[in-house]
Each structure stands twice: as C-alpha cells, then as structure tokens.
C-alpha cells in the first residue's frame, strides 16, 4: 500500500489544534497540555463538547456504511484528524473490501500517525495526504494518484468546515466546498457535519470565542448557513438534521436522551 512522502515536520505544542483537542475529547493520548487546557475550558462552556465529538464519529461511520451499500467504492476523507478506531476505511472495506480511501489532513501529528491510517484489506488500497483543505488542487492532484475522479467518490468533511470562514474572513468556505464537489463525478456523495448555534447558542457561542482566542477561529452556522453546502445536490432522507438523529443506530438513541448535540449533519449525492 502507498505511504506518506513528507518528511518530519515541525510540530508546535505551544498552542491547541483542533485536531487534538477532538482527540481529548474522544479520549485519546496524541495530545498535550495546551490541548488539554483548552478542550477541557470549552467543555466547561459547552457540556455536550465531548457528547458532539462522539455524536460525529458515529455519524461519520453511518454515512461512510450508507455509500458504501449504495456501491461507492472511493472516499475521500478530509480533516481526518488523529486516527481512531474504526477509522473510515475500515467501515468503508467491511462493506466492500475492494474500497480505496484517501485521508487528508495538515497536522504533523496525524503525519506521524499515519501508518495506522494505511492498514486495510489487502483487496482494496489506503492513502495519506499531508495537505491542508484550503489547498484542494493539492489535495485532489495527490488523491489521484489512488482514487479514479471519473468514477463516483465519497467526500467526507466531518466537523471541519466550522473552522472555515468565509470570503470576508479570507476563506470562502462554499466556494472552496464547491471546487471540491466540481471535481467529484455524478453519483458522489458529500458528507457533511457542521456546528451551530441555532440549538444551544450561549455555549456555543462562548466555545467559539476560546477556540478564537487560542488562535483557531470559529465559525457556528445556521440552518439556512449549512443547507448552502448541499446546493445543487439531493439530500438523502432525513435530509438535514441534528447529527444524533441522522439514521440513529440503538447508540445514538441513548446520546439523544442525554440532550441535544448542536451539531447539523447531512449527506447528498451528486445528480
């Protein structure tokens, strides 16, 4: 199977990443202190922090087994973050072994950890790509060399696009999602999951503002904000949807007893 071919790169501790600090939320080891310090600062602020970050998970693999039964052989995972089990392509190759996965992600310490990224089936294939999802012509350049953009691919972007602002903030995060989703053949899917304030917006409004003070901005959006992801797509029932209910298995059933996890999801396939 291909591996990585970055280099070490420096990794900054002194200050939290989004990726590790998801990692200390979802009980993970590959953090530190300062990533610490702050997902435990925010989850102070916003009780369903951790409830979220597993509500994701769970709704990543649901929609990863959804297109892989619908016969998507290709997925494209970006914002992979620290590897956790199952990962993507172990959903996805439990459904079709035959499946090709490629993760991108900027941060040195998922580089590091890689390798537990590339172990699938041996009738399928795994790839890593160390680049940032402001970058796609990178990102889709280097993903060809494992997945056919011709055929139909799974495009995954579970929890990041709320670390993505728009033109005004020098993102453009729709024109960015729409590179992506031009790129992408008919009948690909997009899988989204999106935080807003529309459902507890004290605390996600005061999870935003440490995220921002620590040097990572934080964008929450609306209904109406999130629902612009999917233009020009078709939603697959039940359409948009707080992520605990997006066709909740007996797991995710239980979450909702606990209250509601301010997080959107959806997923939509390509006409």
């Not at 200050?15 to 997902?39: F, I, T």
């Not at 960015?176 to 690909?188: F, N």
């Not at 929450?220 to 029932?237: C, I, N």
């Amino acid at each position: 199977m291909p591996r990585p071919e970055a280099g070490p790169l420096p990794l900054d501790t002194s200050r939290p990443h989004p990726a590790r600090v998801y990692d200390w939320w979802l009980g993970g080891k590959d953090n530190y202190p300062v990533d610490e310090e702050l997902a435990r600062r925010i989850l102070a602020a916003d009780e369903t922090a951790v409830r979220g970050a597993r509500a994701n998970r769970r709704f990543m693999h649901r929609a990863v087994r959804v297109a892989a039964e619908a016969g998507i052989r290709q997925f494209l995972d970006i914002g992979t973050g620290i590897p956790t089990e199952p990962n993507l392509h172990q959903v996805a190759q439990r459904v079709a072994p035959e499946s090709r996965v490629v993760y991108a992600d900027n941060d040195p310490i998922v580089l590091r950890h890689a390798e537990a990224l590339l172990h699938g089936c041996a009738e399928g294939s795994t790839d890593y790509v160390h680049a940032d999802v402001r970058d796609p012509d990178t990102i889709l350049r280097l993903a060809g060399r494992t997945l056919d953009f011709s055929r139909p691919v799974a495009l995954s972007l579970v929890a990041l696009t709320h670390y993505l602002g728009e033109a005004a903030d020098g993102d453009d995060v729709y024109g960015l999602l729409a590179r992506y989703v031009d790129a992408l053949a008919p009948g690909s899917h997009l899988i989204l999951s999106q935080v807003t304030a529309d459902l507890n917006p004290q605390a996600v409004r005061k999870a935003a503002g440490l995220f921002a003070s620590n040097g990572t901005p934080f964008f929450p959006r609306s209904l109406a904000e999130f629902s612009r992801f999917f233009t020009g797509l078709r939603l697959l029932g039940p359409g948009i949807i707080p992520v605990t209910g997006w066709r909740p298995e007996p797991e995710d059933v239980a979450a909702q007893a606990e209250g509601i996890v301010p997080v959107y999801a959806g997923v939509a396939v390509k006409p």
